[in-house]
């Protein structure tokens, strides 16, 4: 009876440590605090580090959005917050906003950051309520964000240099 137990222990064990195995080559951490995290992700209990956002979002009401950005980035380094990814996805088109042309690159980058947003908040609708936001919803965001992208005849109307930033 007993060497029976020894061994289901044993086996379970072995399957224990090569789920172990596989989870690590497929998350590919660098260091054992992104072991951590994705442990705490699969666990459910992945929170973002209130004081970072709150340190990136100090930033980016000042107009410091690469900064901000960073912050963010180290807030939520497996990018599993809604809120967070709408700020970056925001604070990349701030910076790309141009009266008379808008960096594409900049706008892209936003434009996956804002689709992970959406994708994260599918079930809740978020809505930011920041007073310095002229969009509030992921939604809006995107849009403005794929109109910058797009290439059209308005794009030549000189009339554009006095439109305003959201």
């Known amino acids: 009876m007993q060497h029976k137990l020894i061994q289901s222990v044993g086996v379970a064990w072995t399957i224990l440590y090569a789920l172990f195995v596989i989870w690590i080559y497929a998350t590919e951490p660098r260091s054992f605090k992104e072991v951590a995290t994705g442990a705490q992700v699969m666990a459910g209990t992945y929170e973002v580090d209130r004081e970072k956002f709150e340190e990136g979002l100090s930033l980016f009401h000042a107009e410091q959005f690469r900064a901000a ?12 917050d809604a809120l ?12 790309g906003w141009g009266r008379v042309y808008s960096d594409d690159a900049l706008f892209r980058q936003g434009l996956e950051a804002v689709n992970r ?18 969009m509030h919803t992921p939604a809006e965001l995107k849009a ?23």
């Open 117 to 134: 947003s959406i994708n994260l908040s599918q079930n809740e609708r978020l809505r930011v309520d920041d007073p310095d936001l002229q």
């Open 84 to 95: 967070t990814q709408f700020y970056i996805a925001y604070a990349f088109y701030r910076e």
């Open 69 to 80: 950005r960073d912050d963010w980035a180290r807030a939520d380094p497996e990018q599993r």
């Open 144 to 166: 403005e964000l794929e109109q910058g992208l797009e290439r059209s005849v308005d794009d030549l109307n000189p009339l554009k240099v006095f439109r305003e930033r959201k």
